[in-house]
């Protein structure tokens, strides 16, 4: 199988080679801009990350693993440091100007899932912390990084069935821990 630093190389001649780069850590960068920026706009900046690592791939030094994710994930981080920056300008020239600063609903309705979040969490702490680590690193793979069980099963060495059965124990553990103990 060609590392993705071969696949960069080639891409020169056979353009479909950067397709195989992108399939390979779309994932990853993808849930990664969603925790950055919400739902939303992580679309947008996906696809204006991958546009860039297109223009500047004859750029890509290889770190000697011959893998492009980290690569890919500075160029990522940059467009969401742009990102922001270029929300914060916008909000201070349309302050000087007089200009209304209205905010969206939805950027209302975002806020307002993770204050709700964050208070959910905070309740979670102790009961997150009371799992066996199986289990928890089950949940944060299946919740947090959205994988698949057989994905998760393959990372702790387990299969998929086994991998399923610790994710739903610990969210029953935490369903209990939410409704105070009660069954």
Same mark, same amino acid.
């Given at each position: ?10 891409? @020169? ?5 950067? $397709? ?6 779309? #994932?990853?960068?993808? /849930? ?5 920026? *919400?739902?939303?706009?992580? +679309?947008? %900046?996906?696809?204006?990350? %991958? ?12 770190? +000697? ?27 201070? =020239?349309? /302050? ?10 939805? $950027?209302?309705?975002?806020?307002? =899932?993770?204050?709700? =979040?964050? @208070? ?5 702490? #102790? ?10 690193? =089950?949940?944060?793979? /299946? ?9 998760? *099963? ?5 299969? #998929?069935?086994? #991998?399923?059965?610790?994710? @739903? /124990? ?9 409704? *105070?103990?009660?069954?």
């Amino acid at each position: 199988m060609a590392t993705d630093a071969d696949l960069l190389r080639e891409s @020169h001649r056979r353009p479909d080679a950067y $397709v195989e780069v992108c399939e390979r850590h779309v #994932a990853d960068i993808s /849930r990664w801009l969603r925790r950055q920026v *919400g739902q939303a706009d992580a +679309g947008d %900046l996906l696809a204006e990350t %991958l546009a860039r690592g297109w223009y500047a791939r004859r750029r890509f030094r290889d770190p +000697g693993t011959g893998s492009a994710g980290p690569w890919l994930q500075a160029i990522a981080a940059n467009v969401v440091r742009e990102y922001r920056r270029r929300g914060a300008v916008d909000l201070r =020239a349309r /302050r000087k100007l007089g200009l209304s600063v209205a905010v969206e609903t939805t $950027v209302l309705e975002e806020a307002d =899932a993770r204050l709700s =979040a964050a @208070h959910d969490f905070l309740a979670l702490r #102790a009961p997150l912390g009371r799992l066996p680590n199986e289990q928890r690193t =089950a949940l944060e793979l /299946r919740v947090v990084d959205e994988l698949e069980y057989a994905e998760i *099963g393959a990372r702790q060495g387990v299969a #998929a069935a086994t #991998a399923r059965t610790r994710v @739903h /124990r610990a969210l029953a553990s935490l369903r209990l821990a939410m409704r *105070g103990g009660e069954e």
